[in-house]
């Protein structure tokens, strides 16, 4: 998974006005969330 900076997405909205709102909002989710760490060895998904 790539790992992305504000930075980076305010300039992708800016060369694709119609995503801004869809980034905003993934934004303020991505910000929200708890990640824990996936274990592949367990197996589990």
């Known amino acids: 998974m790539g ?24 934004t303020t989710i991505v910000k929200q969330s708890k990640w824990t760490n996936y274990d592949r060895k367990s197996g589990s998904i």
């Open 3 to 26: 790992i992305f900076t504000e930075q980076a997405l305010k300039e992708y909205a800016e060369k694709y006005p119609d995503s801004r709102v869809a980034l905003q909002e993934w």
